[in-house]
């Protein structure tokens, strides 16, 4: 069975401390791999898509790159307005799109 | 109004109740989505149009009724929901269907009681 597992669930950094952001998948035929960041009280923000292992996208703090069997999203030196739910999805070889639950990140000034 | 807009963004109602929740995208898309978004559970797809034909339907209890009159509004209409319903409702556009660069909506925050 297809599945996204985002970890960690929740991830508390301070102000300028980078991290990383896990994403590991199981899928039949991986079409395609997406970023979104959802703010309280908000629908989610689409970030980035990676389609191919060793692909990488920038945006600001964050980088994003794609293994085989994982993607991972960097933050460097975050900052306060960072702070949000960060989530993955995986789209199948039958094109259905499977979203992780999300890691909770707060970035404390 | 930019982007995507859903009302009402807060709903309480009885198992009885019938209502409905609207979306509308300033866009110019062609594909709107409806997704649930349950407490410490992935976002789910629930429905998919395209060019105001439904393309998909993730297995969707059929108290959830989904209607678009034209490519820039979406609507579902509820009726004799349970409990285990309450949940965020996300509405969703893009330039296609089966593009997931997605603008989403606010949400619609729906309790059932």
């Known amino acids: 069975e297809d599945q996204v597992t985002q970890s960690p669930e929740a991830l508390r950094l301070q102000e300028g401390e980078s991290s990383s952001l896990n994403c590991s998948y199981t899928v039949s035929g991986l079409r395609g791999l997406f970023w979104y960041r959802q703010d309280p009280g908000k629908g989610p923000e689409f970030l980035f898509t990676l389609y191919s292992a060793g692909e990488e996208k920038e945006k600001e703090r964050l980088k994003a790159t794609l293994t085989k069997k994982e993607s991972f999203l960097h933050i460097t030196a975050p900052k306060p307005e960072d702070s949000a739910t960060y989530l993955c999805a995986v789209v199948d070889s039958s094109y259905k799109l499977i979203f992780g639950s999300g890691t909770r990140l707060l970035v404390r000034p | 109004e930019t982007g995507v807009t859903q009302t009402p963004r807060h709903l309480v109602m009885g198992m009885t109740n019938k209502k409905s929740l609207k979306c509308e995208q300033h866009l110019g898309h062609n594909a709107m989505y409806w997704y649930k978004q349950s407490a410490k559970k992935p976002l789910e797809l629930m429905f998919v149009y395209s060019l105001e034909e439904r393309v998909e339907n993730n297995s969707v209890p059929s108290r959830f009724s989904p209607e678009c009159p034209n490519s820039s509004h979406l609507f579902l209409h509820l009726h004799t929901l349970q409990p285990e319903d309450s949940a965020l409702y996300l509405c969703?556009?893009?330039?296609?269907?089966?593009?997931?660069?997605?603008?989403f909506g606010p949400g619609t925050r729906l309790t059932v009681l």
């Open positions: 969703a556009s893009s330039q296609r269907s089966g593009e997931y660069e997605q603008f």
